[in-house]
C-alpha cells in the first residue's frame, strides 16, 4: 500500500504556525479588518500548551474492547466457503452474472446449492470505564454478534466482560468487567460542548490502542445518514476504524462525547467525525444499568419538516416546528385531540425546530408522564396535554416496511386544473387522484407527481376535482398565495405548500 507522505513544504507550513502560536503566547493575534488594516484580536487564554496532563489522567480508564462472535456466510453445497458473494453488486452486473454462476441455480446461479453457514470473527473496538466496580462504556455495532467481549487495559491487564444492554437507536451500549474494583474511571461532562471548545480523542484505531489525538469541536446537532439520534457532535480530531465507542474528552478531563461514525471516501480519517454527546449517552447509559433496555416515551404521529412554503398556507411566521401527517390511532396524541395538518412547536416549554427534533424531545421523556404540547391550528397556538405511552421499538420498525401499497389506477374523468395538474376520482378509497401534471408547473416542482393522491386542500377533505378547484379559489379569495396540500403516496402521507403564484 503507498504512503502518502507529507512535502516538505506542509511540515515548514505547521512548524511556522506553531512559532507564530508561541510567539504570541496564546493571548493575541493580528488580523486584517475590513480595510486590511492589522488589527489586535484577543484569544482565548485557554489555549493548552500541552495536552500531556490531561492525557495521563484519563488513559488509564479507556479500554480496547476486543469480541469474538458468529455470523452467517454463503457456502458451496461441498461445504466449501462461498468466496464470490458480493451482495452490493447491482443486479445487472456482469461481475454479479459471473459470480452468480457458482450459486444454487434459483437467482443465486445455476452451480451446487449454495447453504447458510456460521463462521466465527474478531473484531475490536474501544470502550471506556465510568466506575470503579467495572462498568463501561462502547458502540452497540462494536459489541453486536458477540459471543464473547474483553477488555485490555491501558497498562496491558486483560479481562473477561459481560453485556449489560444495548441501544440500537443511539448505537450505544454497556458492558461489565468481571471480577475488578477500584479501577481508574471517567465521569460525563455536565455542561455541553462549544463549537471550538478543545478536545481530545483516546481509542484502539486499527488495533492500536491508547492512542490520543486532538482537535476542536467542529459542529453541534448534525443529523447523519440511518442515525435516529440527530444530534451529533462533529469533532476534527483524528478518528479511525477501532476508535468506535472510545471517548473524546474536554480539557477538564470529562468525557463529552462517545465516538461512533466518520465521514470518510475511503475509510480513513479526513477530519470529520461524529460523537454521541455526552448528554444523550448519560441517560441512555443509565437505563440500561438500571434496567438492561431503554424505554421511550411514544406520542404517536407521523410528522415531516416544516417548509416555508407550509409556513406560509398555514400563516406560521417562520419554518419551524414538526406537521402532523397523521395521529396514530388510539395513540396519546389522537386522545388528546391533536389532529393531521396540526403543527407543534413547543413540547414542555422547549422549542421544536423540525421533525427530529420532535422525535428526540419525546423519546427522552419517561412513559406515562404528561406532556405540555403546544400546537398551531387555524393561524393561532393551542396547548394540550398529552400523556405519552411507551414507544414500541419492534412495533415501529415493521410499521416502517410496511409502506408499501397497489399502485394507483387512474379512472375517467379528468379535470384540468387551474395549477396544472390533471385530476380523477380515486377509485380506491378517498381524495381525488393525479393522472397528469405538467412538468414546468409549480406543482411538480414542489415533488407532486403522477400518482398521488390529494386527500385535503386548506384543510378542507377532497372528494371530487371540484372540490379540490373550490378550495384553492377559496385561498386566492382570502388574499393569501399558498395553499396547504395533504397528499398521500404509496401509503405514506406527506403536506406540501403549493404556492398558487406561477412565479414562485
Known amino acids: 500500500m503507498r504512503k502518502n507522505k507529507i512535502s516538505p513544504a506542509r511540515r515548514w507550513i505547521g512548524a511556522s504556525m506553531i512559532a507564530v502560536l508561541a510567539a504570541t503566547g496564546g493571548a493575541s493575534a493580528l488580523a486584517l479588518s475590513s480595510h486590511g488594516a492589522a488589527a489586535q484580536v484577543t484569544a482565548a487564554p485557554s489555549i493548552p500548551s500541552s495536552f500531556a496532563d490531561l492525557v495521563e489522567a484519563v488513559k488509564p480508564s479507556v479500554v480496547s474492547v476486543n469480541v469474538q462472535g458468529s455470523e452467517k456466510v454463503s457456502t458451496m453445497g461441498n461445504g466449501r466457503d462461498f468466496y464470490f458473494n458480493f451482495p452490493d453488486l447491482p ?93 481508574p474511571f471517567v465521569e460525563f461532562a455536565d455542561k455541553e460542548a462549544r463549537i471550538g471548545d478543545w478536545v481530545v480523542a483516546v481509542g484502539n484505531p486499527f488495533g492500536l490502542g491508547g492512542t490520543v489525538t486532538a482537535g476542536i469541536v467542529s459542529a453541534r446537532g448534525r443529523d447523519i445518514s440511518g442515525s435516529q439520534t440527530g444530534d451529533f457532535l462533529q469533532i476534527d480530531a483524528a478518528v479511525n476504524r477501532g476508535n468506535s465507542g472510545g471517548p473524546t474528552f474536554n480539557l477538564d478531563g470529562k468525557v463529552v462525547g462517545v465516538n461512533t461514525a466518520i465521514f470518510s471516501p475511503n475509510g480513513g480519517n479526513v477530519g470529520i ?47 419551524r416546528g414538526a406537521l402532523v401527517t397523521e395521529p396514530t390511532a388510539d395513540s396519546p396524541a389522537a386522545k388528546a385531540g391533536i389532529k393531521s395538518g396540526d403543527v407543534i412547536v413547543e413540547v414542555d416549554g422547549e422549542a421544536i425546530d423540525n421533525a427530529l427534533a420532535l422525535s428526540r424531545i419525546i423519546a427522552s421523556k419517561a412513559p406515562g408522564s404528561s406532556v405540555n404540547v403546544v400546537i398551531w391550528r387555524n393561524g393561532q397556538k393551542q396547548t394540550v396535554e398529552v400523556k405519552l405511552d411507551t414507544l414500541d421499538e419492534a412495533k415501529m420498525a415493521a410499521n416502517d416496511q410496511q409502506q408499501q401499497s397497489q399502485p394507483q389506477q387512474a379512472t375517467p374523468g379528468p379535470f384540468q386544473s387551474s395549477v396544472g395538474i390533471v385530476l380523477v376520482p380515486n377509485s380506491d378509497g378517498p381524495g381525488v387522484l393525479i393522472q397528469d401534471i405538467d412538468p414546468n408547473s409549480v406543482a411538480a416542482s414542489k415533488g407532486l407527481a403522477v400518482g398521488d393522491v390529494i386527500l385535503e386542500a386548506d384543510n378542507k377533505t377532497i372528494s371530487s376535482p371540484s372540490d379540490f378547484e373550490t378550495a384553492i379559489t377559496g385561498v386566492k379569495d382570502s388574499g393569501r398565495s399558498t395553499v396547504l396540500i395533504k397528499a398521500s403516496r404509496n401509503g405514506s402521507v406527506r403536506f406540501v405548500g403549493l404556492p398558487l403564484n406561477n412565479d414562485q
Do not use: C
Open 273 to 319: 467525525a461524529f460523537d454521541i454527546p455526552a448528554s444523550i449517552a448519560k441517560q441512555i447509559i443509565t437505563d440500561l444499568k438500571e434496567n438492561g433496555h431503554v424505554t421511550r416515551g411514544f406520542l404517536g404521529v407521523s410528522i415531516q419538516d416544516v417548509t416555508k412554503d407550509i409556513a406560509d398556507s398555514v400563516g406560521l411566521p417562520t419554518a
Open 91 to 183: 443486479p445487472n452486473s456482469p461481475f454479479r452474472r459471473f459470480f452468480d454462476q457458482f450459486g444454487d441455480g434459483s437467482g443465486n446461479g445455476n452451480g451446487n446449492q449454495q447453504r447458510q453457514q456460521v463462521r466465527k470473527f474478531q473484531a475490536a473496538g474501544s470502550g471506556f470505564i465510568i466506575s470503579a466496580d467495572g462498568y463501561a462504556v462502547t458502540n452497540n455495532h462494536v459489541v453486536e454478534n458477540a459471543d464473547k467481549l474483553s477488555v485490555t487495559m491501558d497498562n496491558g491487564d486483560e479481562h473477561t466482560a459481560k453485556l449489560i444492554g444495548t441501544d440500537p437507536r443511539t448505537d450505544l451500549a454497556l458492558i461489565k468487567i468481571d471480577g475488578v474494583s477500584n479501577l
